[in-house]
């Protein structure tokens, strides 16, 4: 059975959501005096920014129409993936050349932000 595109995004808006606040979690309580400073800098911001763009999803699917609509959640996502997940790897010990995939998710996040500023230009919000 082939699932609609809001079936689809309702899963990806919770997975994003529910995997943000489990790391999160996950950062504060179990790599509590595992991580050094900085990694613990590391794991903050990719909660951070993962939080806010799941958030981002949500606005995305409710308000993003079209094949800009579309993208803002496809960059959206990506950018969770490269940036969040590349922050994640890092603080776990990645190798350093794993930083070099970071600003592809800093530039996927502004490409979904623009992409949904375009969407909604001609929209009252």
Excluded: K
Excluded at 84 to 98: K, N, T, V
Aim: aromatic share 12%; net charge positive; glycine share 14%.
């Amino acid at each position: 059975m082939r699932q609609t595109v809001s079936t689809r995004m309702g899963l990806l808006i919770g997975l994003a959501g529910a995997s943000a606040v489990l790391l999160g979690a996950f950062g504060a309580h179990a790599l509590r005096g595992v991580l050094d400073a900085q990694s613990r800098e590391l794991w903050q911001t990719a909660v951070n920014y993962h939080v806010w763009h799941a958030l981002a999803l949500v606005l995305a699917a409710g308000f993003g129409r079209g094949r800009s609509g579309r993208f803002a959640i496809a960059a959206f996502a990506l950018g969770i993936v490269l940036f969040s997940g590349s922050l994640y790897a890092l603080a776990l010990g990645a190798p350093r050349w794993c930083g070099v995939i970071t600003p592809f998710g800093g530039l996927a996040f502004v490409a979904g932000w623009l992409a949904l500023g375009w969407t909604l230009r001609t929209r009252n919000v």
